[in-house]
């Protein structure tokens, strides 16, 4: 079934579709009266919808039910990539959203080949978000993944500095044959995460290099603010691949009992 998101709750058992709704449902997927999809706001309630009337401009829709369902990781994470060439900040996204994460940060890395200035970053943000909804809504979850953009590395650490746990994936360790640093880390959040009460939120924040990998005075900085280098196996990953495999690996100790 289709999901869609909105921007307030809908709070009418009957009401006429937002445009953006009434263009996705009716023009480009061609439902009928009858048909029913999925809605969600800003309170995460999933409630089903089914379409009472159609018209050139117009349908309305009826709330027929309301699901109660958490697809969401119990950990809030935060994926931070230097910014790489091409479509692969579109790629991470789009999959790390179908894999769970929370928010996504691209910055200006030192080995960055590809920088965004704040007029291509404006530009950038605005195709990535769109990129975050449709892939949150292909995927059922109930968040939106939030998009940002930061100058350097120093500007990013002002919004994870109050994360529970923070990692960097570092080619070095890999290379060296480090295996043990990340499944330790992921033991501990598990541990963590099933302590949670009510209302209780854990957040990880991970970060990832672009095509060149991290410069030596930025992987001095990470140790500066106490971040863990980990290796991601013994394999070198591409600059779109590695925030999937740890986003892999968290749902797999996580969500996979």
């Known amino acids: 079934m289709q999901r869609y998101f909105v921007k307030e709750n809908i709070t009418d058992q009957e009401f006429f579709l937002p445009p953006e709704i009434f263009h996705h449902a009716i023009d480009v997927m061609r439902d009928k009266v009858g048909d029913r999809f999925e809605i969600i706001g800003p ?66 890395s030192e080995r960055s080949v590809a920088q965004w200035n704040d007029k291509k970053a404006t530009k950038k943000l605005v195709r990535l978000k769109k990129i975050s909804q449709g892939a949150a809504e292909q995927s059922h979850r109930t968040v939106i993944p939030e998009v940002l953009f930061c100058q350097n590395i120093t500007a990013v650490f002002k919004e994870t500095w109050q994360a529970d746990h923070q990692v960097v994936a570092y080619e070095e360790s890999a290379k060296q044959g480090e295996t043990s640093q990340l499944a330790r880390i992921l033991q501990v959040v598990r541990k963590e995460s099933k302590k949670q009460q009510n209302g209780e939120t854990l957040a990880l924040s991970a970060f990832f290099g672009p ?47």
Do not use: W
């Not at 349908?59 to 958490?70: C, F, L, R, S």
């Not at 030596?216 to 590695?242: D, H, W, Y």
């Open 43 to 108: 309170d995460r309630q999933v409630q089903v919808v089914k379409l009472l009337s159609i018209d050139h401009s117009h349908a309305k829709g009826q709330i027929i039910q309301t699901i109660v369902h958490d697809p969401e990781l119990p950990v809030q994470t935060t994926i931070v990539c230097g910014i790489s060439k091409g479509d692969k900040t579109e790629k991470i996204v789009q999959k790390g959203t179908e894999l769970g994460a929370n928010r996504f940060i691209f910055y200006n």
């Open 211 to 257: 095509e060149g990998g991290f410069s030596p005075k930025e992987i001095k900085f990470f140790k500066q603010q106490n971040v863990s280098a980990v290796g991601l196996g013994p394999r070198i990953m591409r600059a779109e691949t590695a925030p999937l495999y740890l986003l892999a690996a968290l749902s797999f100790v996580l969500e996979l009992e």
